[in-house]
């Protein structure tokens, strides 16, 4: 099952879940991929800082645990924003010169996926939560296509890609 036919199961599914159980997905889809973010800035000079991201994700917890304060979330989407900014122009700068470009585009689909599941607490676009999902799935690809000795079937199939799909449809309440 490749990321397009994952999306197509996935999709219904994503739009029977109310507005909680969608900001929920995003969330837990924002902790998930943080820790790539979070590497990514340890090893490369990005002008990038975890703990923005980390506070980010608590902001958007506490909103879904009570009424947002949509001046303090949207400040954070501003500044997930800038972060993912300065990863993309680190990657248009240097992605040719990494040895391995994988942790760097992981850390892009971090910032993504944040800023998706932020801009759904602003604007209630369930399309919002559909590209955070994207970003975890491209993220999972990331890690499991960077061995050119895979072939498609088999990136499909690795254990990274089944995990993210398995944690997906975990957390949006379906079994596989």
């Known amino acids: 099952m490749n990321i397009t036919q994952i999306l197509e199961t996935f999709n ?3 739009q029977s879940l109310t507005y909680e159980e969608k900001l929920l997905l995003g969330i837990n ?12 800035m340890e090893d490369h000079d990005c002008n990038g800082d975890p703990k ?3 506070d980010a994700i608590l902001a958007a917890e506490r909103g879904a645990n009570e009424l947002p ?5 949207a400040a954070y989407h501003n500044i997930v ?3 993912a900014d300065r990863i993309e122009e680190f990657i248009e700068e240097f992605d040719d010169d990494l040895e391995d470009p994988t942790l760097v ?3 892009k689909e971090a910032c993504q996926a ?4 932020l801009d759904f607490m602003l604007a209630g676009n369930p ?3 559909r590209h955070a999902v994207t970003s975890m799935l491209m993220s999972a690809y990331n890690k499991a296509g960077k061995s050119d000795l895979l072939s498609e079937e088999e990136r499909d199939m690795h254990p990274v890609v089944v995990n993210a799909r398995s944690f997906l449809l975990n957390k949006a309440g379906w079994s596989a």
């Open 12 to 14: 219904p599914l994503l």
């Open 114 to 117: 944040l800023a998706y599941t």
């Open 29 to 40: 889809i924002s902790k998930r991929l943080y820790f790539d973010y979070a590497y990514f």
């Open 105 to 107: 585009h992981c850390a």
């Open 69 to 73: 304060d949509r001046k303090v979330i």
């Open 81 to 83: 924003e800038t972060q």
């Open 52 to 54: 923005l991201l980390l």
């Open 127 to 129: 399309d919002q939560i």
